[in-house]
């Protein structure tokens, strides 16, 4: 067992603290990582807020990348020394979802079965099974992807989280092609990372909506082809307006909230699709939609876990992307801080002014 610091929220809505904890030497199937960095996302803030569950006191931070220090008995697909970007579904290989060919749904995903603990031994509670606001994190191998150990830890770190729900959502998801016209509601680290995956598939018409014109301006620069605010012009109607009076063939909604998902219900062309990227709330409930408009517009509505991502897969494609120049993950990366900025960097997250706030050890 080491000592490390690391971030952790010890109640609903305290401000998060730097402590002392305990990492155990890496079990079967186990590894420690040295993190190298970790994005602030959304949901470790959640985690704080107990939107998540009530599993107090959290070791928050998830979207890392590191070096392997050490890994325990029969762990084969990453050795020390390799170079890991940090993912939160790790698959079994033999559930159902698994056995049928389809392992982005599998339904047994791993964590490392020991606890990290604060230096009195109160259990830790990890954030995604990961908690890599931490100089070293204990984690499941299978939670592991070896890349490229030439790219920016910052940049690639962002894809165990955020940045891959937004790109899987547009290219795995919602299944872009060359040619479609794309709208994305909502221009958050999420929804960013939507548009720079519609760009990516080919599509002809990206189309970026949200009500803070610094969000837009971000968008634009991913690969948006028009922006609207929602604030000012009603986002079914800009969106109809610029697919010929359509909509638009993937409607991808980043926020999750009835309103928006409603918009984006109706901004889809005949036959198109939605998806759901954004986390709504447990009281959140599907708009009031008349059953017949569900019948009569066809399509596909679907939800998107993590991107539906296999990091085995997508991972390393997307770092030779980023490293070739055709996948701009730098643009994502607002500022980098230190691992007692965390608190602070929560409250920029809140009023917009970042994409991502990443901690650099």
């Not at 904890?21 to 985690?47: F, K, M, R, S």
């Not at 995956?197 to 080919?202: D, E, N, P, T």
């Not at 991913?222 to 610029?242: C, F, K, M």
């Not at 070739?324 to 809140?350: N, P, T, W, Y």
């Amino acid at each position: 067992m080491q000592q490390v610091r690391a971030v952790i929220a010890r109640s609903v809505g305290a401000p998060v603290e730097v402590a002392t904890i305990n990492v155990p030497d890496p079990g079967p199937g186990e590894a420690v990582v040295e993190v190298q960095a970790c994005g602030v996302c959304h949901t470790d803030l959640h985690y704080r807020e107990g939107g998540i569950n009530d599993e107090f006191p959290f070791l928050l931070g998830h979207e890392a990348a590191g070096v392997v220090e050490a890994v325990g008995e029969g762990v084969e697909n990453v050795a020390p020394g390799d170079f890991v970007v940090l993912n939160w579904r790790a698959v079994c290989g033999n559930c159902r979802a698994c056995d049928r060919g389809e392992p982005w749904y599998c339904f047994a995903t791993f964590n490392a079965s020991q606890k990290m603990t604060l230096e009195d031994g109160t259990e830790l509670s990890p954030a995604l099974g990961i908690g890599a606001f931490a100089e070293k994190t204990l984690v499941h191998s299978g939670q592991c992807t070896k890349v490229d150990a030439s790219a920016d830890p910052a940049a690639v770190g962002l894809l165990g989280c955020g940045v891959m729900a937004g790109l899987g959502a547009a290219i795995n998801t919602g299944q872009v092609t060359r040619g479609q016209s794309v709208a994305v509601i909502g221009c958050g680290g999420v929804g960013a990372a939507a548009v720079a995956g519609a760009r990516l598939a080919g599509a002809a018409k990206v189309i970026a909506v949200d009500l803070d014109d610094r969000k837009l301006d971000r968008a634009k620069r991913l690969g948006a082809t028009h922006t609207v605010n929602g604030a000012e012009t009603d986002p079914v109607d800009a969106i109809q307006q610029l697919t010929g009076g359509f909509g638009a063939d993937v409607v991808i909604d980043a926020v999750g909230r009835p309103e928006t998902w409603k918009q984006a219900f109706y901004a889809r062309d005949l036959a198109g699709t939605v998806v759901l990227v954004g986390v709504p709330t447990p009281e959140m409930e599907v708009p009031d939609i008349p059953l017949l408009d569900f019948f009569g517009r066809g399509g596909s509505l679907k939800s998107s876990w993590y991107g539906d991502c296999l990091p085995s897969r997508d991972f390393p494609m997307l770092v030779d992307l980023y490293q070739q120049g055709r996948l701009d993950l730098d643009a994502f990366v607002s500022e980098r801080i230190a691992l007692d900025e965390v608190e602070k960097a929560f409250d920029r997250m809140h009023h917009g002014d970042v994409l991502r706030s990443v901690v650099v050890f």
